[in-house]
């Protein structure tokens, strides 16, 4: 693979776990207002719908395996596990990628 091509994947992968990343949060963010309990927005659930389908596939198999360790409670600690090995995964990825160019 020639050096473009190399950066053209390093981009690429950066690119993403950045928006993953960025989705996770919003997720985050937006479980904590909307069972707050506060106030009903429709579109606020919408949203968070559609962020849950994006993001649940990567959240769940965290989510069971930390489960196999600590009893569920009321505070959902998969999301920044999931935020945590996406980094890590970055990391690995974009050092690799660096030793090619």
Partial sequence: ???????????????????LTLILI???ILSWIVYSGYQYNRTLHQIYDVLGKITEPIVA???????????????DF????TFL??????NILLAILRALI
Avoid: D, K
């Fill in 61 to 75: 198999p965290v989510r069971r395996l930390i489960n196999r360790f600590v009893r569920p409670g009321s505070i």
């Fill in 78 to 81: 998969a999301p920044m596990a």
């Fill in 26 to 28: 919003a997720r985050s």
């Fill in 1 to 19: 693979m020639s050096n473009l091509g190399v950066i053209f994947v390093y981009q690429i992968v950066s690119w993403v776990c950045n928006i």
């Fill in 85 to 90: 090995i996406i980094l890590i995964v970055e």
